[in-house]
Nanobody
Framework: VQLQASGGGLVQTGTSLRLSCAASGRPFDTYAIGWFRQAPGKEREFLGHITWGGGRTNYADFVRGRFTISRDNAKNTAYLQMNNLKPEDTAVYYC?????????????????WGQGTLVTVSS
């Protein structure tokens, strides 16, 4: 599985941004997708997760209501819609595929990772 996150950039506080995660390799509808981020000097943190068919999503409490995950299996792409961005959302954002068991919020449950896309939110 190869994953490529894109869509990051420099935005102002309060604006929105949609990140994409393009996948190739194994059929896209056979695995779940998770989104994580890592700010400078901090650990990678879980943002949300979507099941292989898109029927269920889970979010970290601190993004619930602002961030939305979706996927289009016909396009082999998952999305992270981020609204009302804040300076503390500045980070490198990653998508990852999850085919193994384990907790959906744990990075160790994910098999493959994209290279990340940088989001910078200015105040």
């Amino acid at each position: 599985v190869q994953l490529q996150a894109s869509g990051g950039g420099l935005v102002q506080t309060g604006t929105s941004l949609r990140l994409s995660c393009a996948a190739s390799g194994r059929p896209f509808d056979t695995y779940a997708i998770g989104w994580f981020r890592q700010a400078p000097g901090k650990e990678r943190e879980f943002l949300g997760h979507i099941t292989w068919g898109g029927g269920r999503t889970n979010y970290a409490d601190f993004v619930r209501g602002r961030f939305t995950i979706s996927r289009d299996n016909a396009k082999n792409t998952a999305y992270l819609q981020m609204n009302n961005l804040k300076p503390e959302d500045t980070a490198v954002y990653y998508c990852a595929s999850r085919m193994a068991s384990g907790y959906y919020y744990s990075p160790t449950s994910y098999n493959y990772w994209g290279q990340g896309t940088l989001v910078t939110v200015s105040s």
